[in-house]
């Protein structure tokens, strides 16, 4: 089993082995810690035959915003969609390992429940063909979750001012969501995955498309909204997993590295690969 | 990022310089005090100015680091530390022009008293200096922690010192003010044993990513 991150800073350097951040494989049955809100343990995942995660054990905290780092094809990405089974819709993939949301297994509910429950906003922003109102309203009438027009309404209203988009669009929401700058669609893709309440948000690379000022935003956006949700967020922008993240997990080859608190991967990481890749030696 | 290591260790040369000057000053100083070396303090005097440019430049060579290159873990340890080790080696060259005016204070009269414990100290203080630049160098752990083991006999020596002196003022009044020269003398050097300390903890911060000052309890 892996350690929990510290919630301090740990005092020394580790020396721990590379494999030491993942439990053996094929044993261990899971233990969620009373303040995680996901337990991942002894995760494979497969494309085919191809294998692109080995034994991933980690816990996610709750109202933390926990970042996944590492070079392309370390499997960070696969890990995140593996968490509201987002690849199911990848043909010939598999997972083995098990996955506890609340200590109840993902892979025992309804998927659609579950992706209500974690919401997922991808890399390049994905608004619907609608109106900025439309978008936002959509997960409600899909799931019936609002009882009138005027409910309806106050809801689109609270997710858009989460995703601190309010203000941009209060007067033009039956505008095209195509009208909006790139920082504002990912921002309305946001709101759209706040609308039905999710418990989780996994955001894959959110920011990778956007300027530094919308990249700024988001990231005061994932500050604010860590107190009413679990984040997880993968992303290419060292400086931005160490601006945003409590605690940051390091992916090498579809293995997990390193899982510690975020002042630790970026200051005094324990193992060598995480050290070379944060300074910029390798990846 | 091969451009961002040399970066690097030219930091580490620039300190090195710096580490340089300072024993160096440290060494003449003394010379100054037990050799009656009037040549050795005015070569203290005159490159104290030389240390605080190199301060002011590696300063401003490491902030301009971390401002462009936005170092993570080791490389940023380095330049924490760097930055760290700068002011304390500054401080070290201030206070042997304190002792190489004090020197030159005892050399206008007799000496009433032969100077036994001064050099002992003085001997201890600078391997202590020699031990912190070589840990730095050759990021050696255990050659810092024999550093800060070493300060408490510099405290121990410098409070007899101390003793004696008073007692010595006691005894014969008429000699207070060459007393209070080399009380001063001691006083400045257990100070530079005290800032090679803070380096052999900077060291240990940089090699092993701990954090041991102010006696912290940590296990090494």
């Not at chain 1, 094929?26 to 995680?36: C, I, L, R, V, Y």
């Not at chain 2, 020596?157 to 009380?183: G, K, N, W």
Request: with cysteine; charged share 25%.
């Amino acid at each position: 089993m892996m350690p929990a991150p510290t919630k301090q800073p740990s005092s020394e350097i580790k020396t721990a082995a590379p494999a030491a951040a993942n439990a053996p494989e094929g044993e261990g049955k899971p233990t969620m810690e009373s303040d995680a809100k996901l337990c991942a343990t002894n995760l494979n995942f497969f494309y085919g035959s191809f294998q692109a995660l080995h034994g991933i054990s980690m816990q996610i905290y709750t109202n933390k915003v926990t970042a996944f780092i590492g070079p392309s094809g370390c499997g960070k990405s696969t890990f995140l969609r593996t968490l509201n089974r987002m690849y199911e819709s990848v043909r010939g993939s598999r997972v083995e390992g098990t996955i506890l949301l609340d200590g109840q297994s993902i892979f025992d509910v309804e998927v659609s429940g579950l992706r209500r429950r974690v919401g997922m906003v991808f890399q390049r922003s994905n608004p619907f063909p609608k109106s900025i109102f439309e978008n936002v309203a959509y997960g409600l009438r899909i799931n019936g979750m609002y009882e009138d027009r005027a409910g309806l309404r106050d809801s689109v209203e609270r997710s858009l001012r989460r995703a601190a988009l309010w203000d941009e669009v209060k007067d033009k929401l039956n505008q095209s969501a195509y009208g909006l700058s790139g920082g504002q669609q990912q921002r309305l893709c946001i709101a759209r995955a706040l609308a039905v309440d999710p418990e989780v948000l996994l955001l894959d690379e959110p920011c990778s498309a956007l300027d530094p000022i919308a990249t700024a935003k988001i990231e005061d956006l994932i500050f604010q909204l860590k107190s009413s949700c679990t984040i997880v967020i993968v992303t290419h922008n060292m400086q931005q997993a160490a601006r945003v993240a409590d605690n940051t997990g390091f992916f090498l080859l579809g293995r997990l590295i390193e899982f510690d608190s975020t002042t630790v991967i970026f200051k005094t990481p324990a193992c060598k690969e995480t050290e070379d890749y944060v300074t910029g030696r390798f990846g | 990022m091969r451009h961002f290591v040399e970066d690097l260790e030219l930091l580490k040369t620039k300190l090195l310089e710096m580490g340089a000057l300072v024993e160096s000053a440290i060494q003449r100083s003394i010379s100054c005090v037990t050799q009656k070396d009037r040549g050795a303090a005015e070569q203290v005097f005159m490159n104290e100015a030389h240390i605080n440019a190199i301060e002011i430049e590696i300063d401003d060579f490491a902030i301009s680091l971390l401002a462009l290159q936005q170092p993570m873990a080791a490389d940023l340890r380095l330049i924490v530390a760097a930055l760290k080790i700068n002011t304390d080696l500054e401080r070290m060259g201030d206070l042997a022009v304190n002792i190489a005016q004090r020197g030159v204070s005892l050399m206008e009269g007799p000496v009433v008293k032969p100077m036994i414990d001064i050099p002992h100290i003085a001997g201890l203080v600078q391997s202590m200096v020699r031990k912190a630049l070589d840990a730095f160098v050759h990021r050696d752990a255990d050659l810092a922690r024999s550093v800060l083991s070493s300060d408490d006999a510099v405290d121990n020596m410098r409070t007899a010192c101390y003793h004696e002196l008073v007692s010595f003022m006691e005894q014969d009044p008429q000699h207070i003010q060459q007393a209070l020269a080399l009380l001063s003398i001691t006083r400045n050097l257990e100070r530079i044993a005290d800032h090679s300390t803070n380096i052999a903890e900077d060291v240990l911060f940089l090699v092993k990513g701990v954090d041991v000052r102010h006696h912290a309890e940590v296990q090494l």
